[in-house]
């Protein structure tokens, strides 16, 4: 009796953690070299906040749904800060990568990048920063929160059709309540920036984009994850999504959702369709340098 309940004991405590496992393992670096060079700052405050955004990250419940160990989306926010203006006051870019990995296979396919040209904060270590995702509070926790949602728009997108909506909306929220709330407005108003946050969101709101987010689902769940057993679907899938993304990129030209995909995905798009037919590589090469002219060397070869 005393093995059973201590089995019993074991098995709830190893569900619990399963069920409270944290959806996102984000790493996030910050590079401080040029305001250091400038004496704006010390590393003692640099390596606070670095790790300040690792765990609101890493440590927040941004889903309920339970994520074991190898099923964590996989998230890089590369912070390079460029001035400070006041004491406690930063201004930079940010690179941030989503990706998962494939089925059957040792490959992780990267789900979105995207640079974010305005990332601009305030932060001292002695000062507490609140998030409250109903009211705008910090300009910092607002963006992180902000990259989460979006990390998980992609990756719930990508198994299972608008299966990222619940999650987008809940950007899209937050995109609104620090666009009229926020100092920085570069990064939250489109109204001069058709490639910052707002601009991200309002893409992939709206319903121009759906066909594109239903794309995203047939290129990962039915295309790359069956790739080990049936490479030759995985193909035709590929060029199915690739001709979806045309067809919306012609409604809304010079898109950032459309740009960030092929940012994301222009080598593993050649090495997919390298091994294609002739007639879709021909078709391949033709869409991708129409859509993605600055990486028409990439796509070469597809060509000859």
């Known amino acids: 009796m005393k093995n059973i309940l201590l089995f019993i004991i074991t098995l709830s405590a190893c569900c619990s953690n399963l069920s409270f496992g944290q959806a996102l393992q984000f790493t996030v670096t910050v590079n401080s070299e040029q305001l250091f060079a400038q004496q704006k700052t010390d590393q003692q405050s640099m ?21 074991a160990k190898e099923e964590k989306i996989r998230c890089k926010l590369n ?11 930063y201004e930079g870019n940010a690179q941030f990568v989503v990706s998962r990995p494939v089925f059957n296979s040792n490959y992780e396919t990267v789900l979105f990048t995207f640079v974010d040209k305005n990332f601009s904060f305030n932060y001292l270590p ?47 929220n937050i995109a609104n309540q ?7 407005k570069d990064a939250w108003d489109m109204t001069n920036n058709a490639r910052n946050r707002y601009a991200l969101v309002e ?22 994850d069956v790739a080990t057993q049936n490479p030759v679907e995985t193909r035709a899938r590929v ?27 222009s080598d593993e798009l050649y090495r997919i369709l390298i ?12 869409i991708l340098v129409s859509m993605d002219p600055s990486k028409t060397q990439v796509y070469q070869r597809l060509s000859q």
């Open 47 to 67: 390596t606070q906040l670095q790790t300040y955004m690792n765990d609101f990250l890493n440590n927040t419940r941004w889903t309920d749904d339970a994520f």
């Open 79 to 89: 912070i390079n800060l460029t001035r400070s203006l006041a004491q406690g006051s």
């Open 126 to 172: 002695s000062t507490q920063l609140y998030f409250n995702e109903s009211s705008f509070t910090d300009e910092l926790p607002y963006a992180l929160a902000f990259y989460s949602y979006i990390a998980l728009t992609f990756d719930y997108d990508s198994f299972s059709k608008l299966g990222g909506s619940p999650y987008l909306q809940k950007a899209f």
């Open 178 to 184: 620090a666009r009229n709330a926020s100092p920085n």
């Open 203 to 224: 893409n992939l709101m709206s319903q121009q984009f759906t066909p594109f987010r239903e794309g995203m689902y047939e290129y990962y769940r039915l295309g790359l």
């Open 239 to 265: 060029m199915s999504v690739l001709n979806t993304v045309k067809e919306v990129s012609q409604l809304r030209p010079a898109s950032i959702v459309i740009n960030s995909f092929f940012d994301a995905k």
């Open 275 to 286: 091994e294609a037919t002739p007639e879709q590589k021909k078709q391949a090469y033709a």
